[in-house]
């Protein structure tokens, strides 16, 4: 599967941005998605994912009660919207599949088998 994320950009703190990942390819609806983000300097860390069925979605702590993540299937797509953002949600946002199939759901970087290309997301202070 290939995964094409989009919908990054400069925002001020306290604005919204919402992520698109556009997958192409079979099997989309049985895979785990996940979003990490990547600051300058900093480790990839996992942000927001959600289960292959959309009715369980898991949050970093730094990101929870402002991130939501979301999918449809019928559109081989998943989403992010970002409110009140913060300067250290600055980084480089990937969205990630996991077609393991396994449950339950994986946090990891080294867990996930596809991933998208990245988009940035700078928010000023």
């Known amino acids: 599967v290939q995964l094409q994320a989009s919908g990054g950009g400069l925002v001020q703190a306290g604005g919204s941005l919402r992520l698109s990942c556009a997958a192409s390819g079979r099997d989309f609806s049985t895979y785990d998605m996940a979003w990490f983000r990547q600051a300058p300097g900093k480790e990839r860390e996992f942000a927001a994912g959600i289960d292959w069925s959309g009715g369980n979605t898991y949050y970093a702590d730094s990101v929870e009660g402002r991130f939501t993540v979301s999918r449809d299937n019928a559109k081989d797509t998943v989403f992010l919207q970002m409110n009140s953002l913060k300067p250290e949600d600055t980084a480089v946002y990937y969205c990630?599949?996991?077609?393991?199939?396994?449950?339950?759901?994986?946090?990891?970087?080294?867990?996930?088998?596809?991933w998208g290309q990245g988009t940035e997301v700078t928010v000023s202070s």
């Open positions: 990630a599949a996991d077609s393991s199939e396994v449950v339950p759901f994986l946090f990891s970087v080294d867990e996930y088998d596809y």
